[in-house]
């Protein structure tokens, strides 16, 4: 496994951990301790935890002299972003256009909500782009002939 | 081009070449050793400048390494 590889293991691992979090405290603020739904969403701050995935990249710092990064690899990071980008946008957008639904043409989006469509962008980005990567090195990352 | 179109001989031209490793011959090409194994294994098509850094670490010209194996005009 290679360094890719293991920050996009750690990354997975680190998102997986902020939201089962994050779910996990509003659900017991709210059935266990009864606040109302809008104080329960305070548990949403552990998702700010993703931060932690970007923190210590020398974790992974190759030490030896070889090339850390190959023609493969940068095709494969490529592919991996290509994903990430394709898996934002209709996200985005949809989030984009909720409120127009939702609250009408003249209506008032909620502060948070703004704050929700940066966190679920940055969380698809993240998730799609180790999964693609991930994925890629374990299946050899097929032709260098794009 | 998918990668099974095109044939190699990495592997055997290693053990010919003095039984080469696989690390020996990623650092002569320039490459990690994942990028060897995929390539061995048919997994990964290299470009044409990484085919020809591997036929010039092996010693041989670059059709003895690789072989199109697609349809022939």
Redesign the interface.
Known sequence: M?RWQKEARFTLIVMAVALALSLVTVGVLRFVFGFEWRSAMAGFGFISLMALSRVDPSMFRIKSK??PL????LLIKRKAMIAAYWGFWPIFVLMAMAPFFVYGPDGKVPVIYLCSMVFAGMFVVMTLYSIAILQE?G???????Q | ???SEIKNHVRRLRFENGRMTQQQL??KA???R??II?VE?G?????L??AFRIANALGVRIENVFQYQGEQG
């Open positions: 290679n070889k090339p190959d023609e493969r690899d090195y299946r050899g990352g097929k032709d260098g002939g | 081009m998918a990668a990623a650092d320039g490459v990690t994942q990028t995929a294994a997994k990964y098509c290299p470009s400048a990484l």
